[in-house]
């Protein structure tokens, strides 16, 4: 079974980056594809990033299209989240989710990932 953790979190101002990583265990890593979620104050958990097993194909929320890129070293069992131009409505919860082996579609819903890790806060102060 694949354990998550994720880290990079931190308390920014508006303008600022960050580079969230999330670190896999396990030998299935390469063969799932990753995403990254994340959950602001008083509401629901949303699809931020998502990227193949490959790494050939990434996904990205309308939000963050732009500010935000997703990579993978499947050589080292990571996943990053590279955040440029931080907002204040980027405040939330990440997490770090993987899904099944071979399972490389829908990667923008929640119910494709069974494995996830324990978050980390990102906050963006004005």
Known sequence: QVQLVESGGGLVTAGDSLRLSCAAS???FSSRAMGWFRQAP???REF???IRSSGAMTLYADSVKGRCTISRDNGKNTVTLQMN???PE???V?????TNPDRDYFLR???EYPIWGQG???????
């Open 48 to 50: 931020v990033a998502a």
């Open 109 to 111: 819903l929640q119910s």
């Open 42 to 44: 008083g509401k629901e």
């Open 85 to 87: 131009g931080l907002k």
């Open 26 to 28: 396990g030998r299935t």
């Open 90 to 92: 980027d405040t939330a």
């Open 120 to 126: 980390t806060q990102v906050t963006v102060s004005s």
């Open 94 to 98: 990440y997490y770090c989710a993987a």
